[in-house]
Every structure is written in C-alpha cells, then in structure tokens.
C-alpha cells in the first residue's frame, strides 16, 4: 500500500510561477524523498530530507518535512515549460528497505 | 559510466510465456529493486536486494522472481505471464544497504496478450 499521497493530483500554472506540491504519509519515517518523471523515460531523483530535518534546498527547489503533520512540500520557484513532468514523493520507514512511492502529481507549466 | 541499464525496451508476450527483465547497473551499488508502474498507481516495489546473495518481496511479488547473483545484475522473471502484468517496469539501484538516493533505468514496457 501507498504510503506517500501527494496533493493536489495535477497542477497548471504559467511559467515564472512558482509551483507547491504536498505529500502526506501515514507512519513515522527515516527520511522523504522527491522524484521527477518526465513523459515516457525512468525517475530522477531531486532531493532528500531526513526525519530530523525542516528544510532543504537544491537551486530552484524548497523542500519542507514537518513530522508532526506527517506532511512534506516541494516548491518549485520561478518555473520553467521544462519543469513539466510528474513529481513523486517517497519514504521509508523503521528497519525497513523498502522505499514506497505515492501515486504522483502532474505538474504542466504554460509557456 | 551507463548507469543502470534495461532490456528490453518493449516486450509482448502471450498468456502463459515467461520471460526475463534485464537490469545492470555499474555504479557498484548496493541496492537494486524493481518497480511496476501502471496508470494512476504511481509505482509499487516488486522485489528488492540489499546486496548479492539476497532478496527479498516487495509490496507486489506474486508471479515474479528475482536472484543476485552479482552486484552488477538484478534479472526479474516472469514464470507465467497474464494479462494483469502489462505494466511499465523499472529497475533502480542506490549505493549503501538503505533505499537512498535511487538511480533509475529507462525502463521496460511489457504486455501481455
């Protein structure tokens, strides 16, 4: 079962926006990860934030973990028609190996 | 480097086939799973491998199997193909024993007749 749930499902906006996207989860973690998808080709990953971390940045994205809500955003600022592409959350928990994906959010950015 | 590499690319099969996914990967990593991603499901874990010599089931195992022998290679096997196993499938790998940062294959689109 899905532990990730990313909200909202899909996402347009005009480029130079910026772009939130959420991910909530059900039980503690050890760390959060962000992945990007573009049309067609494998996963990339973008960022990893650690249980005992707020926040985080990488260039033009902003990750936030907060694990009293159980909750993670990513931002994407001053966004580009190439940043079109579905994004994913992904944790993992305890002892655990397993890395559980959400189902996904399609981001479009208009040119 | 190639990174992780997958093949084939695309696959049909009829019902009842079986079939191998080849997966490699020459970044000496450590951890390799599989992945299937169907429409609206995002991805779900298959099976996965801390190291060679060990695998173990993921969130989805029924109807594949997987060995790790070496570290470089991480097959998945079809032993009998259905319909319901038309799906995109992805091998990932990331050094150290924990899912960390995963490098993902181009992937494989398979269907079954």
């Known amino acids: 079962s899905q532990q990730g749930e990313e909200d909202p499902q899909a996402l347009s906006i005009q480029e130079g926006e910026n772009a939130t996207m959420n991910c909530s989860y059900k039980?503690?973690?050890?760390?959060l990860q962000w992945y990007r998808q573009n049309s067609g080709r494998g996963l990339v990953h973008l960022i990893l934030?650690?249980?005992?971390?707020r926040e985080k940045h990488s260039g033009r994205l902003r990750v936030t973990l907060d694990t009293s809500k159980k909750s993670s955003s990513l931002l994407i600022t001053a966004s580009r028609a190439a940043d079109t592409a579905s994004y994913f959350c992904?944790?993992?928990?305890?002892?655990?190996?397993?890395?559980?994906f959400g189902k996904g959010i399609t981001l479009s950015v208009r040119p | 480097n190639a990174g992780v590499t997958q093949t084939p690319k695309f696959q049909v099969l009829k019902t009842g086939q079986s079939m191998t996914l080849q997966c490699a990967q020459d970044?000496?990593?450590?951890?390799m799973s599989w992945y299937r991603q169907d429409p609206g499901m995002g991805l779900r874990l298959i099976h996965y491998s801390v190291g060679a010599g060990i695998t173990d089931q993921g969130e989805v195992p029924n109807g594949y199997n997987v060995s790790r022998s070496t570290t470089e290679d991480f097959p998945l096997r079809l032993l009998s193909a259905a319909p319901s196993q038309t799906s995109v499938y992805f091998c990932?790998?990331?050094?150290?024993?924990?899912?960390?940062?995963?490098?993902f294959g181009p992937g494989t689109r398979l269907t079954v007749l």
């Open positions: 990932a790998s990331s050094s150290g024993p924990l899912p960390n940062e995963q490098f």
């Open positions: 039980t503690s973690i050890n760390n």
């Open positions: 992904a944790t993992t928990s305890g002892a655990n190996s397993k890395l559980t």
């Open positions: 934030i650690r249980s005992n971390e």
């Open positions: 970044m000496n990593h450590e951890y």
